[in-house]
């Protein structure tokens, strides 16, 4: 079993940015809108301004009540979307208004600075197979793969989880990429009738060490995105009996989590040049 170490590759991903940066002399700015306290984002937002920070893009940080009206967090996107000095713009999720108050505000983020890959021109050119900026998790776990040279081509893929964040869009990206997808969910039953082939797992559910050893074949590849804790400790949806049948196999830390901060890096860069162009 080899893990996919996606905290290993994020330092060279960083370096190759910051070459980038440096070298093509990119003015790249994010912009990142909080709102309240949760502290989920706390510790996100402060991961993103860091590695922002490393590779030289200035980063702002709006913070905002969380009695903030939706009407004025849409005035506030508005306004950066029409400052040409603003590469990016990510609003933080969850905000205290609720998924529809965010869902209708993050609409509103311009398709040339949509840096999560959400907006409804983005999710349309990925559906019509014209990617333009994928969602940073879906970007990272293809990027993982292929560091590791495997190929999603004619590969035979489950992805448990039918999210908006992952699961749906990654169906559709491996499914632009020659892959053969399976999108299972809460209804999908038995599991394992859909898992016990597979060439590669994806599970995003968040169920803790859901899948076990009886429900995969050897030599498969799994791709952990789900965080569960069981008697205090972090766990992923691969149950440990299921890591000795892996030929490559992401940790419930250090794999698929920092692939996706690299990627909001990505997502800017490929911003500015297409602001440039």
Not at 23 to 37: A, P
Not at 109 to 124: E, L, T
Not at 253 to 266: A, E, K, W
């Amino acid at each position: 079993m080899q893990i996919l170490d996606g905290k290993t590759y994020r330092l060279e991903l960083l370096e190759e940015y910051k070459k980038i940066i440096e070298e093509e002399n990119l003015d790249i700015r994010l912009d990142i809108i909080k709102i309240g306290d949760d502290p989920s984002s706390i510790q996100y937002i402060k991961n993103k301004l860091k590695y922002t920070e490393m590779v030289g893009i200035k980063s702002v940080l709006h913070e905002l009540d969380e009695n903030t009206s939706e009407d004025e967090i849409i005035k506030l996107i508005k306004e950066l979307n029409e400052n040409d000095e603003v590469t990016g713009i990510i609003l933080q999720s969850p905000i205290p208004q609720g998924r529809d108050a965010f869902n209708r505000c993050a609409l509103e983020i311009a398709f040339s600075k949509d840096v999560d890959g959400f907006g409804k021109d983005n999710i349309y050119n990925l559906y019509m197979n014209k990617e333009t900026i994928l969602p940073c998790t879906v970007i990272g776990i293809i990027k993982l793969l292929e560091h590791y040279n495997i190929n999603l081509d004619g590969a035979s893929v489950t992805i448990v989880g039918r999210g908006n964040i992952v699961g749906k869009p990654l169906s559709i990206a491996m499914t632009n990429r020659n892959a053969t997808v399976t999108m299972c969910h809460s209804h999908s039953e038995p599991l394992e009738k859909y898992t016990k082939d597979a060439d590669i797992i994806v599970s995003a559910c968040g169920c803790g060490r859901l899948i076990k050893k009886d429900m995969v074949k050897d030599g498969f590849v799994g791709v952990d995105v789900g965080v569960s804790f069981i008697d205090g400790k972090q766990v992923g949806d691969f149950d440990e009996s299921a890591y000795d049948k892996a030929s490559y196999i992401t940790m419930p830390t250090g794999g698929v989590g920092p692939m996706t901060i690299s990627m909001i890096i990505n997502n800017l860069i490929n911003l500015k040049k297409n602001s440039d162009n």
